[in-house]
């Protein structure tokens, strides 16, 4: 009985899976090498999931990536500013290091198609997620079908600008959802609260090198400063999710990515200010809730190029 591999190469860690008969039967993550060492890091991680998974290569029908930017139909990686990476020609490149089928697509929508299979998107015809980890990225699914536009170059809700003129993004234009949506933003942003507040109840188990994305969370309910941190995240993000709800209008908004481990102290609120915000949200109302996958639905919305042909 064949099986596929699935992996999801984030900013900070590359998640893999083997997949047998719909179900991950072994998981396993390695940090990311980014730049030209991405196919030789990916290479090794997928030898560990078979030795781990049971399963000799012959076994493996093929293996679906998943990977932040543009990719081409050929697997190249046109553009991916935050694993540093310009016309990256990733499918070819480990097709010939495995010997293996590949295919490699975008790891926003490799996640929004594993969440409309297998996860919180399967009951609803019209789903978005979005995800918050390194970067923000975004997959549309429409009446059951993935939305990726001309080449495939769509959905990047990260790269909508949320703030004319803010913070500079790592796309080079100022002000993307991203700059103040991602796990790498609210890191920064706590960093920079707990610099300015020195008597903030955050210095009690972090320094400025340790707070994370998680800290002001962790702290919201004790420590002004975090909560004024995690407010502020959340007026952005309310924004951004607003604007996808007004033009789209899905049934659901699924958030995925690291900043999801917050479950309801993230999606509660959010739901609050996002129904205040769009347009007729009575009469068509857009429930928020986490993707059910976690952190693994890139990697089984990558597996699952394999089934169907993805679709
Ligand atoms: C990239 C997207 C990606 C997202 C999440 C963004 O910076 O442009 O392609 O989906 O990060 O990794």
Not at 5 to 11: A, N, R, S, T
Not at 186 to 199: I, N, V
Request: aromatic fraction near 8%; hydrophobic fraction near 40%; include cysteine.
């Amino acid at each position: 009985m064949g099986c596929i591999i699935g992996l999801d190469v984030g900013g900070t860690f590359i998640k893999g899976l083997v997949l047998k008969d719909g179900k991950a039967v072994y998981e396993r993550d390695v940090p990311t090498r980014a730049g030209d060492e991405l196919a030789d890091c990916i290479e090794g991680l997928v030898e560990e999931l078979a030795a781990g998974g049971g399963v000799t290569f012959s076994q493996i029908d093929g293996v679906g990536v998943c990977c932040p930017g543009v990719i081409t139909d050929e697997g190249a990686v046109v553009k991916a500013a935050n694993l540093g990476l310009t016309n990256y020609p990733l499918g070819a490149l480990l097709a010939g290091k495995l010997g293996l089928p590949v295919k490699v697509c975008n790891d926003a929508n490799a996640a929004a198609l594993g969440e409309a299979k297998y996860g919180a998107g399967a009951g609803v015809k019209d789903s978005i997620l979005i995800t918050l980890g390194t970067g923000v990225g975004g997959g549309i699914v429409i009446d059951g079908k993935l939305f990726e536009g001309n080449k495939k170059a769509g959905a990047e809700i990260g790269h909508m600008v949320i703030e004319r003129g803010g913070v500079r993004c790592s796309c080079g234009r100022y002000g993307c959802f991203e700059a103040y949506c991602s796990a790498r933003a609210l890191t920064q942003s706590t960093r920079e609260a707990m610099k300015y507040d020195t008597g903030s109840a955050m210095w009690k188990t972090y320094n400025y090198d340790t707070a994370d994305g998680r800290t002001a969370f962790e702290y919201m309910d004790s420590d002004p400063a975090a909560k004024k941190v995690v407010d502020k995240y959340l007026k952005y993000l309310a924004c951004g999710v607003a604007n996808l709800a007004n033009i789209f209008r899905p049934q659901k908004i699924l958030i995925g990515g690291g900043v999801a481990a917050q479950g309801t102290r993230l999606t509660k609120p959010l739901q609050t200010l996002v129904d205040a915000e769009i347009f007729a949200a009575d009469y068509a109302p857009v429930e928020i809730a986490c993707a059910s996958l976690g952190n693994r639905a890139g990697a089984y919305g990558a597996a699952a190029l394999f089934i169907d042909g993805g679709e």
